[in-house]
């Protein structure tokens, strides 16, 4: 099984600073990473797949860069909207399919 | 638009069962893969089954196998989870989740989610 690690599990930003967010496969996973979005009480959003690829209607101050085992999203200025948990996920040599644990962006 | 309308979440007690059904409108159901994933309260994602379009494949997470049957109706539209001898550690809501056309297990749209609640 593919284990993904997101770090920090915290960040605290002020509106406008840029964020970036880490994730790291336990083994090589070429490009096949995803990143999604989540607020409180709502369902994931697809944000960025194959590492770099912005989902339709994604703004783009989101970027996606990364391949083999380290993985990282960027938020160029953060929006009031942006806050929210932000998860990665593998589809290299599945089944299992794993998720990481999360990166909370929280206001500061 | 694409819609994903999950049903079927509820309390069950331990050792009981639930079947989740997932209503989808707005694209072709039966060109895609579908996948349900959970999340326990609180916690992250956890993947739990996914099921090709015309049911070639179907795979399920370890800790579901035995357990746990998807299938998918692509005469209605609809995509199910049978879930039997369910534990406490099952409790989560159950999204159904839609990969995206082009690429396999890329996950686009998903339903809001059904709360299964496995408690005595």
């Known amino acids: 099984e593919i284990v993904l690690t997101q770090s920090p599990a915290t960040l605290s930003l002020s509106p406008g600073e840029r964020a970036t967010l880490s994730c790291r496969a336990s083994?090589?996973?070429?490009?096949?990473l995803a990143w999604y979005q989540q607020k409180p009480g709502q369902a994931p959003r697809l944000l960025i797949y194959d590492a770099s690829n912005r989902a339709t209607g994604i703004p783009a101050r989101f970027s996606g860069s990364g391949s083999g085992t380290d993985f990282t999203l960027a938020i160029s200025s953060l929006e009031p909207e942006d806050f929210a948990v932000y998860f990665c996920?593998?589809?290299?040599?599945?089944?299992?399919?794993?998720f990481g644990g999360g990166t909370k962006v929280e206001i500061k | 638009e694409v819609q994903l309308m999950e049903s079927g979440g509820g309390l069950v007690k331990p050792g009981g069962s639930l079947r989740l059904s997932c209503a989808a409108s707005?694209?072709?159901?039966?060109?895609?893969?579908m996948n349900w994933i959970r999340q326990a309260p609180g916690k992250g994602l956890e993947w739990v089954s996914s099921i090709s379009s015309d049911t070639t494949y179907i795979y399920y997470a370890d800790s579901m196998k035995g357990r746990f049957t998807i299938s998918r109706d692509n005469a209605k539209n609809s995509l199910y989870l049978q879930m039997n001898s369910l534990r406490a550690e099952d409790t989560a809501v159950y999204y159904c989740?839609?990969?995206?056309?082009?690429?396999?297990?890329?996950?686009?749209?998903w339903g809001q989610g059904t709360l299964v609640t496995v408690s005595s």
């Open positions: 083994q090589s996973i070429s490009s096949y």
């Open positions: 996920q593998h589809r290299a040599n599945w089944p299992p399919l794993t």
């Open positions: 989740v839609r990969d995206s056309y082009t690429s396999l297990a890329v996950f686009d749209y």
């Open positions: 707005g694209f072709t159901f039966s060109s895609y893969n």
